[in-house]
């Protein structure tokens, strides 16, 4: 009964595409009203038609508001939410120093979701497709602690998981395990398809691994214009070591060294093996507390210290004395003493508990 008298939870979808559909369906799937428009009136017919959405528009009294427009798009949809809503903003683009330091604004969180498909449109939405996702947020020093948590909650009823990043150290990451890879499956594509031989015959080669490597080449060409404009210069930095590191696996062909090859290949295997998969089954998890001033910009300050520490649950319990509350984190248990050593290094002091 109590469930039936809660009242539905509200939110704004701006940019109905993959992500954004993807966004939608989700919500619908556990209950929430959900308004979206795109600038694409086809796209918003089909987004009813397809139930990707309840209602097309904006809703002004909506928890949330997801921008999933272009990279380019994302500050000005941003600013005119910010504007017409009471509710927290957040966006899901794939470069985020831009965006993250222009919006100041402490009800925005900049996000990206490291999710996608060579599907692409409203047509190729899901609601699953954040299951187990990592979901970058990169709150800044202007990020109100009530915004973070709001959009954190929210993600990961998405299901995905939640990893907190510096904006400039995400843009350097996402160059070199999604930007340039993309780049790269364009280029083999295109290098496949105009070898010189008979397309058709060598295109019918292609076995799974080629079709695993160029899968993302797939992907909507558009968004890319943006994703390489915002994202320059990492990707270019990027793209010289790539290239250095091609021109190094050549050399070492070209003059048939076999030790330097398996030394190569079995450097990459190995890398390549220990990838992390998700959550592992049966993972000893513990709590971390620690105690940290209720200022604006203090969950980002605690939680981009140690990136590489997955944070699976998070919540701020308040003070009702002075201006201080208490993080409460949840981390593997293997984590926990590099996590504190970080957290000492910084100035914080902090309890764990093993979590039975």
């Known amino acids: ?30 209950g ?12 918003n017919a089909l987004a009813i038609e397809l139930a990707v959405l309840d209602k097309i528009g904006f809703d002004a009294d909506a928890e949330i508001t997801f921008v999933a427009t272009p990279v380019g798009a994302v500050v000005e949809a941003a600013q005119r939410a910010l504007a017409a809503s009471t509710g927290v903003v957040t966006d899901v683009g ?10 100041v604004d402490p009800r925005f969180v900049a996000g990206h979701p490291m999710a996608g498909s060579e599907q692409d449109g409203v047509t190729g939405a899901r609601p699953g497709l954040f299951n187990n996702a990592t979901w970058v947020m990169t709150p800044t020093e202007h990020t109100s602690d009530e915004a973070y948590t709001v959009v954190r909650q929210v993600v990961r009823l998405l299901g995905a998981e939640v990893v907190s990043m510096e904006p400039v ?43 695993d490597m160029t899968r993302i080449a797939a992907g909507h060409p558009a968004i890319w214009l943006d994703i390489c404009e915002q994202n320059k210069t990492q990707i270019v930095e990027s793209l010289d070591d790539l290239i250095e590191g091609l021109q190094n696996a050549r050399n070492i062909v070209e003059r048939t060294d076999r030790d330097e ?58 003070s009702s004395e002075g201006q201080r509350g208490v993080a409460i984190m949840v981390v593997a248990l293997a984590d926990q003493p590099s996590f504190a050593a970080k957290l000492g290094e910084a100035g914080y002091r902090s309890s764990m508990r093993k979590l039975l």
């Open 32 to 43: 929430w009203h959900v308004t979206g428009e795109d600038r694409d009136p086809a796209t």
């Open 169 to 211: 150290s995400h843009d350097e990451a996402v160059a070199r395990i999604s930007h340039v890879p993309h780049l790269t499956a364009a280029t083999m594509m295109v290098m496949a398809a105009g070898s010189g031989f008979d397309n058709e015959a060598v295109l019918r080669l292609a076995a799974g691994g080629f079709r």
């Open 261 to 318: 090859l398996r030394t190569l290949l079995t450097g990459a295997r190995k890398a390549r093996v220990n990838l992390p998969s998700g959550i592992p089954s049966g993972l000893e998890l513990c709590e971390v507390r620690v105690t940290m001033p209720d200022i604006p910009g203090a969950i980002a300050a605690l939680t981009t210290l140690a990136p590489e520490v997955n944070i699976y649950d998070f919540e701020i319990a308040h």
């Open 94 to 103: 794939s470069v985020k120093a831009d965006i993250a330091h222009t919006i």
């Open 1 to 30: 009964m109590a469930d039936s008298l809660a009242p539905v939870r509200r939110a704004n979808i701006i940019g109905v595409g993959l992500i954004g559909g993807s966004i939608a369906l989700g919500l619908r799937e556990i």
